[in-house]
C-alpha cells in the first residue's frame, strides 16, 4: 500500500465498491453471516457477543496484524481471514460487518462496507475527525443500510428505564446541568510489550498508518493509538462520547452551540499528544451546560454522568442509578443495572434491526452527533479559544 495515500482517496475507494453490492435480504431463519474488522481486544469482545446469538456466523476476519487474525480464527474457525478490509467486503458470505479498527480507519472502513451493501456496527466513536460524520450518514441512507455505533448506553435496560421514570415525565424539572466525568482508565496507559519493540514481521505497518502521514514504527503509536491526537480523539473521544450521548438520550438535544476546553500532558510525558488531564464545557440551545472531567493519575477513579434539574439529581453509570428529589428527608431511589455486559443488548439490537430494517437504538445520525459533540471540545483545547457552533448548519462560525 503506498505510503503517501491520502483521506481523500481512501474514501474514493468506497464508490468504486457499490458495484459489489452483495445485499440480501435475510429470512426469519437465516443466519447472518458476519465481518469483522479490526480484531483486536475490543474487536474480538464485540464478535463474542455476536456470537451469544446463535443466528450470527462469522465468516471473515480482518486485521493489518497477524497474530489478531489468528486469536479470532481461533474463536470462529471457519472464518477466512484479511489483512485488506477490500477483500473482505469482496466476499458474498457477508451481510453485515463489525468495525473495531482504530479510530483513524472507521470513516473509510465504514464507507466502503456500507456502500458495498452491508449493514454495519461499528465502534465509537464513529469518526475521528468532525467533517467525516456527514459522509458516512449519506452512505448508509443512499445505501439503505443499517448502521449502529457501538454507544451501548443506548441498549442499556437501566438506561432506557432512568430516561422513562425521570426524564419523559419530567420529574427531575428543569434540566440546568449535565455533569460527566471519567478518571484514572488505565487504558489510556497501556504500555507496549516486548514482543512488539521490534515490528513483527506478520504486521502492515504502512496499512495501519492509512490516511495518517508516514512515520517510522513506533510500537507506542500502534498498541496505545489513543494517546496520539492522529489515530484518536484522547479520553475525550473514547470517554466523553459515551456520557454525552447519554446526555443527548436523557435531554433529546444533540448539538451543542459552543465549547470550551483546557487540559494538557500535565504527568504522563511519554510521547503521547492526546492530555492526560482534560476539562470540556459544552453549552446548548435549551439552556443548559454539559461537563466532562478526566485525569489519567491514579489518586482518583470512577465514571458517571450527573443530571442536575429543579426537581431532583440523578446519578447514574454502568452499575446503577440514584435518584435523589428536592424536599426535606426525601429518600432516594436506587436501581441497579442487569447483571450482564448491555454490549449484548446493543449487538441484538442491532441484529433485530438487520431483519427489520428499522433503525436501530444507536444509529449512525446519533452516532455522529455525539461525536461531533466531543470533536467540539477537543478542538477547542487544540485550538486554545471557544469554539462557538451553528446547531442548525452543524458549522464552526469564524472567529
Known sequence: MPTNIGRRELLRGASALTALSYSRV???????????????????HDMSQFQMNLSVAVTAVCDIYGQHIDKAQKEAPHAKGFSDHRKLLEMKEVDAVLIATPDHWHAATAIDALSSGRD???????????????????????????CQVGMQQRSGIH????????????????????????????????KAPDYLQQKPSNLDWARYLGPVKWRDYDPQQYWNFRGYLDFGGGQVTDLFTHWIDVVHMFMGQEIPKSAAA?????????????PDTINVLLEYPADFTATFEATLV???????VEMCGTEGRLYIDREHYEFYPVGKNA???????????????????????????????????????????????NIAYVEKRRIDFDSLREEILPF
Open 120 to 146: 454495519v456496527y461499528v465502534e465509537k466513536p464513529l469518526t475521528l475527525k468532525i467533517d467525516e460524520g456527514p459522509p458516512i450518514v449519506k452512505a448508509a441512507r443512499v445505501n439503505e443500510r443499517i
Open 298 to 304: 491514579p489518586g482518583i477513579r470512577g465514571a458517571a
Open 26 to 44: 435475510i429470512g426469519a431463519n437465516d443466519k447472518i453471516q458476519l465481518g469483522v474488522i479490526g480484531c483486536g481486544e475490543r474487536g474480538r
Open 159 to 190: 438506561y432506557l428505564r432512568a430516561k422513562r421514570e425521570y426524564f419523559d415525565s419530567g420529574r427531575l424539572g428543569k434540566i440546568t446541568l449535565a455533569r460527566t466525568w471519567w478518571h484514572g482508565n488505565s487504558y489510556h496507559l497501556r
Open 331 to 377: 429518600q432516594p431511589e436506587i436501581v441497579k443495572a442487569e447483571p450482564h455486559d448491555m454490549t449484548l443488548d446493543h449487538v441484538n439490537n442491532f441484529l433485530d434491526c438487520v431483519r427489520t430494517r428499522k433503525l436501530p437504538n444507536g444509529d449512525v445520525l446519533i452516532g455522529h452527533r455525539s461525536a461531533q459533540a466531543s470533536h467540539l471540545g
Open 262 to 274: 483546557a487540559g494538557g500532558i500535565y504527568n504522563y510525558k511519554d510521547g503521547r499528544t492526546a
